[in-house]
């Protein structure tokens, strides 16, 4: 069986022989890959009338202990966005009721984030429908296809610096 990737491997084999491009076969599928699962997850999120940002937000909030309450800083380090993507989100979300922003207890100037009743019943009703979404997209895949894929998706990460 063949695919988009195998065909363009091909095409570039042809044309430029001299050139090992296997590296495509790798970041080509990771490619695509990532663009047919955004696809899917974003129909997700838009029945729940959010989007990707809203829901990362929300469902990081939602996991942490509650009261479901973090920093903007602490937000935007879970989230890996400027300061100013985090204020836009968190705009967006205040105006919705679905999070709320006040000043911190133990430091005047700080400020907590916090889900509301109504941002707390939204993910946990769109939680559910992400997670079957994420399992329907590795349904192919065993149980040992998933751990090893997770296992080197890991290591490639961290050899990028990406780490805890």
Known sequence: MTDHVDRVLAQWQAQRPDLDVSPMAVLGRLTRLSQLVGTELRKTFAAHNLDAASFD????????????????????HSAMVTSGAITQRLDRLEERGLVTRSRSESD??????????????????????????????????????????ADNLRTMLESLGDSA
């Open 57 to 76: 937000v929300l469902a990081t909030l939602r996991r942490s202990d509650p009261p479901h309450c973090l920093t903007p800083t602490e937000l935007m």
């Open 108 to 149: 005047g100037r700080g400020v907590r984030v916090a889900l509301t009743e109504a941002g707390l019943a939204l993910i946990d009703a769109a939680l559910p429908d992400h997670v079957a979404t994420e399992e329907r997209l590795l349904a192919k895949l065993s149980p040992t296809d998933r751990d090893q894929l």
